[in-house]
């Protein structure tokens, strides 16, 4: 019998199997949520440019302020305006975001003076130095890396990127994922159902969870159980793509064609994992083009996917990945896995924010992930009490 691959060693074996990028393109800033970018990115200035004022209040000389001390007040800076020096024993009215006075050293916050007429104003309670003052530099300096090769950006990244005056980025372009499924029982939605035969569910789930990825993906249709017929679409798929994944066909009956079909045309790097669901997972290379064979029951291919292929994807789409997939979260029940696999079991996220089990486990029950929040790591012969610590895969990071 064929051993089986321990998950992280399966994972591992797929990073370390990308070993180029495609290209770089740059692209307008507004273009480019999602991206990954193919250069450090450097802070072209300051941020902020200027020391400037937190609050709005009262720029003074620290030193200059009791509590119950009257002051006049000699000028008003709005935001974006150019402050003259502070007169000695006065204040500046002064506006979030403006710079203070030359010679001052705090700001006071408006709700701690009293207004008692156009021009003045008593101070309710003394200020330290620097208070309410943001300081230059104090967020990114000049010169500064502070996004490196490999990040996808989110929507602060941009807004990050658009403080310090960034106009465009070099980016990764987009790499191509074609997907099939498979079996001879399959109908497409919209077809007659016959006896025995079911709808296709996992190309339209597989296809989209590709493109939720914001990469390339070519629906390849679905493939009958017939190995000639299977190796002549794997081939021609091969040359158009930059990987492929397949649905089913990959476990251990006659009808199961994938993995001879890939054997035949390249390489059948790996096969069979110890986990559950996801066994049958397979992974290998199709001329330059690389392979993904997801197992046919649909949670299994849906897990396999977020667990093994999406990671992948990344970094074939040029992203460095953070250390884990997973978070820790507090489980609320008892669980012994009993079997000698991994298991990844369905979990809700209960109204105290604990984790509970899902009843229905089955790997056919593609309705666990849509009422689930993620799934939990459980090492074979692992005991769960309620209140311990575990691995959580939050399907909102992986899904
Ligand atoms: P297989 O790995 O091809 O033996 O498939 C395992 C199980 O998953 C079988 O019950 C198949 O009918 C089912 N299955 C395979 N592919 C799909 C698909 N694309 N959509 C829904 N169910 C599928
Ligand atoms: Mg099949």
Same mark, same amino acid.
């Given at each position: /019998?064929?051993?089986?691959?321990?998950?992280?060693? +399966?994972?591992? =074996? %797929?990073?370390?199997?990308?070993?180029?990028?495609?290209?770089?393109?740059?692209?307008?800033?507004?273009?480019?949520?999602?991206?990954?970018?193919?250069?450090?990115?450097?802070?072209?200035?300051?941020?902020?440019?200027?020391?400037?004022?937190?609050?709005?209040?009262?720029?003074?000389?620290?030193?200059?302020?009791?509590? $119950?001390?009257?002051?006049?007040?000699?000028?008003?800076?709005?935001?974006? *305006?150019?402050?003259?020096?502070?007169?000695?024993?006065?204040?500046?009215?002064?506006?979030?975001?403006?710079?203070?006075?030359?010679?001052?050293?705090?700001?006071? /916050?408006?709700?701690?003076?009293?207004?008692?007429?156009?021009?003045?104003?008593?101070? !309710?309670?003394?200020?330290?130095?620097?208070?309410?003052?943001?300081?230059?530099?104090?967020?990114?300096? @000049?010169?500064?890396?502070?996004?490196?090769?490999?990040?996808?950006?989110?929507? +602060?990244?941009?807004?990050?990127?658009? *403080?310090?005056?960034?106009?465009?980025?070099?980016?990764?372009?987009?790499?191509?994922?074609?997907?099939?499924?498979?079996?001879?029982? %399959?109908?497409?939605? &919209?077809?007659? !159902?016959?006896? &025995?035969?079911?709808?296709?569910?996992?190309?339209?789930?597989?296809?989209?969870?590709?493109?939720?990825?914001?990469?390339?993906?070519?629906?390849?249709?679905?493939?009958?159980?017939?190995?000639?017929? =299977?190796?002549?679409? !794997?081939?021609?798929?091969?040359?158009?793509?930059?990987?492929?994944?397949?649905? &089913?066909?990959?476990?251990? &009956?006659?009808?199961?064609?994938?993995?001879?079909?890939?054997?035949?045309?390249?390489?059948?790097?790996?096969?069979?994992?110890? /986990?559950?669901?996801?066994?049958?997972?397979?992974? $290998?290379?199709?001329?330059?083009?690389?392979?993904?064979? %997801?197992?046919?029951?649909?949670?299994? +291919?849906?897990? @396999?996917?977020?667990?093994?292929? #999406?990671?992948?994807?990344?970094?074939?789409?040029?992203?460095?990945?953070?250390?884990?997939?997973?978070?820790?979260?507090?489980?609320?029940?008892?669980?012994?896995?009993?079997?000698?696999?991994?298991?990844?079991? #369905?979990?809700?996220?209960?109204?105290? $924010?604990?984790?509970?089990?899902?009843?229905?486990?089955?790997?056919?029950?593609?309705? *666990?992930?849509?009422?689930?929040?993620?799934?939990?790591?459980?090492?074979?012969?692992?005991?769960?009490?309620?209140?311990?610590?575990?691995?959580?895969?939050?399907? *909102?990071?992986?899904?």
């Amino acid at each position: /019998m064929q051993r089986l691959i321990e998950f992280d060693q +399966a994972l591992k =074996t %797929l990073l370390a199997s990308v070993d180029s990028h495609v290209g770089a393109t740059k692209l307008n800033l507004s273009e480019c949520l999602g991206r990954i970018i193919a250069e450090d990115v450097t802070s072209l200035i300051d941020i902020p440019g200027f020391d400037n004022s937190q609050v709005d209040g009262y720029a003074a000389r620290s030193r200059e302020v009791l509590a $119950g001390k009257e002051f006049d007040i000699s000028q008003r800076i709005p935001a974006g *305006s150019n402050p003259t020096s502070l007169e000695k024993g006065t204040l500046a009215r002064i506006f979030t975001g403006a710079e203070p006075p030359h010679g001052s050293d705090c700001i006071i /916050m408006q709700e701690d003076v009293k207004v008692i007429g156009d021009q003045k104003v008593v101070v !309710l309670k003394s200020v330290g130095v620097g208070e309410n003052i943001r300081k230059r530099a104090s967020d990114l300096k @000049t010169g500064e890396i502070f996004f490196k090769k490999g990040r996808q950006l989110s929507s +602060a990244d941009i807004g990050l990127c658009a *403080s310090v005056g960034k106009v465009s980025m070099q980016v990764y372009k987009k790499i191509t994922v074609g997907v099939f499924s498979t079996g001879d029982e %399959l109908k497409q939605p &919209g077809e007659k !159902l016959e006896r &025995g035969q079911l709808f296709d569910s996992n190309r339209p789930m597989i296809i989209d969870c590709v493109k939720s990825m914001g990469v390339n993906c070519v629906d390849f249709g679905c493939l009958p159980d017939r190995l000639e017929t =299977t190796v002549k679409a !794997l081939k021609s798929a091969s040359e158009k793509v930059d990987a492929i994944v397949t649905c &089913g066909g990959v476990s251990v &009956g006659e009808e199961d064609h994938l993995k001879d079909a890939v054997k035949e045309l390249g390489e059948l790097k790996l096969w069979k994992i110890n /986990m559950k669901p996801g066994k049958p997972f397979a992974f $290998g290379k199709l001329g330059k083009s690389a392979y993904l064979g %997801l197992p046919g029951n649909p949670v299994s +291919a849906w897990v @396999t996917f977020a667990l093994l292929c #999406r990671p992948f994807i990344l970094k074939l789409s040029g992203k460095e990945l953070g250390n884990t997939l997973f978070t820790m979260a507090r489980g609320g029940f008892d669980y012994e896995n009993i079997n000698s696999r991994r298991e990844f079991l #369905r979990v809700t996220i209960d109204s105290n $924010g604990n984790l509970q089990l899902y009843e229905r486990q089955n790997s056919q029950i593609l309705s *666990s992930i849509c009422f689930c929040d993620g799934l939990i790591e459980v090492a074979p012969k692992q005991i769960i009490k309620a209140g311990d610590s575990i691995k959580f895969y939050n399907f *909102s990071s992986i899904g």
